[in-house]
């Protein structure tokens, strides 16, 4: 199985990483120049959520440290078998750092770790290569950080950025980036990829790929966790709940609390395991009673802000999930109303569609749309979620 098999639906990206691993594979083997014209130090890597940003930049870093032997017979790295291309893909190759963050943004301490990081010499003799998963969140002043360290970068360092957009990334690191814009794969692609890698039977794996409309995690999640489905059926169920103030009110409501709770879950799985371990580390008795050494009570305090920004955005990110979610069912009900021949997301809920299509127009339906947009936009801008939810689904009652 070579590495780009799990980047579904991306053809012209994989020939072009292909073709610069090849590159790279000839300038370390035969220790020529700058390592060919498909080759460059600094990749942005950018595209709609799901489309595999992350994957094709693994991906990528995989085949830049393959060892395989058959490439001395011809054979394209990124075998995807040997121990380079292993180790890169589960994250164990000491010359490939992952970085991705559970928090709101990255700061400028955490720049300065994986700056000094990439000044190091490969260990194996390749690639040292940083994966900057979520390069958008990097603060102005980690930016700033980043970029004299894109500009001047060590001779065997490559920088791979994800990022949703170019806007999202500093216009003065993008324009030293080659860029690489990835699709939303198509729903047969997905659909197929989890048949084939997760072992999902076909019609749950073609549901789950026609609800999320390509996103290959989402539809992975839908597919495994039956909590996520039951999350995802009562977000459908809204749409019919907004008939009086009373029931909008109650609806924004159970939102948030069912946004809250995906962030208790997460707690409950890392929170009290990364305390312990810290404990232990700073030499506390066991048990969550004991006195902590003195001096280190500071250390304690930064786990503890780390764990509560990690479940703003945990709670964050599950709210906004239900959002498109919602977007998804009234743009089936437009489909429906404008008689559109194209395939609906939500087919399990076809009952629910035609009722809210039957008892509106198309008009009224691109209102309700908008009002979905307007309350995504107001949590970027740090609107109270309750305040900006309940003004969302007061609009959806007024159409």
Known sequence: MAVWDDLVGQDRVTEQLSAAARDADAFVTGGGGGGGGSMTHAWLFTGPPGSGRATAARAFAAALQCVSPDRSLGGAPGCGFCDGCHTSLVGTHADVEVVRTDQLSIGVKETRDLVRRAQLSPAGGRWQVIVLEDADRLTEGAGNVLLKAVEEPAPRTVWLLCAPSLEDVLPTIRSRCRLLTLRTPPVAAVADLLVRRDGIEPDIAGQSARATQGHIGRARRL?????????????????????????????????????????????EEVDTKETEELRAALGAAAGTGSRLPRGTAGAMKELQDRQKRRSTRTQRDS????????????????????????????????????????????????????AIIECRRALDRNVAPLLAVEAMTMALRAG
Not at 335 to 354: H, K, P
């Open 223 to 267: 597919a495994t966790d039956e909590r996520a489905r039951a999350r995802r059926a009562a977000v459908l169920r809204l749409p019919l709940r907004v008939d009086d103030v009373g029931g909008c009110l109650k609806a924004a409501q159970e939102l948030i609390d069912a946004a809250a709770e995906d962030a208790k879950q997460v707690a």
């Open 319 to 370: 709210l906004d999930l239900a959002l498109v979610d919602l977007t998804g069912f009234y743009r089936d009900v437009l489909a429906m109303q404008l008689g559109s021949r194209v395939e609906l997301a939500n087919t399990d809920s076809r009952d629910a569609l035609q009722r809210v299509a039957a008892g509106s127009g198309p008009e009224r339906t691109l209102r309700r749309i908008e």
